[in-house]
């Protein structure tokens, strides 16, 4: 049987930015499910000292991480009923 963090996949490189909630909101597919993940802007900028402020530097941040945050939302992902999950460096 494979492990859950092997069933979780990043197919759709869509990202968005909330402002109300101060984060970048991506989504992972265990299977047909989708999983919501959130990665605030203190962690952006912990990742990206040099970042700017506003939304376009916040996407810009994230896209430079991707793939250390798609690591982070790997291992805190656990599978069961939970689809949304927040990234915290």
């Not at 291992?75 to 915290?88: A, D, E, S």
Request: proline share 4%; net charge positive.
């Amino acid at each position: 049987m494979k492990k859950r963090t092997e069933l979780l996949s990043f197919p759709n490189p869509s990202r968005s930015y909330d402002s109300a909630r101060h984060c970048v909101c991506f989504w992972g597919y265990d299977n047909s499910r989708e999983i919501s993940f959130s990665v605030d802007d203190v962690t952006l900028a912990k990742l990206n000292p040099d970042m700017g402020m506003g939304e376009i530097a916040l996407l810009a941040a994230f896209d430079r991480s991707r793939e250390r945050i798609l690591g982070l939302a790997k291992h805190l992902y656990t599978g069961g009923p939970q689809n949304r999950y927040v990234i915290h460096e």
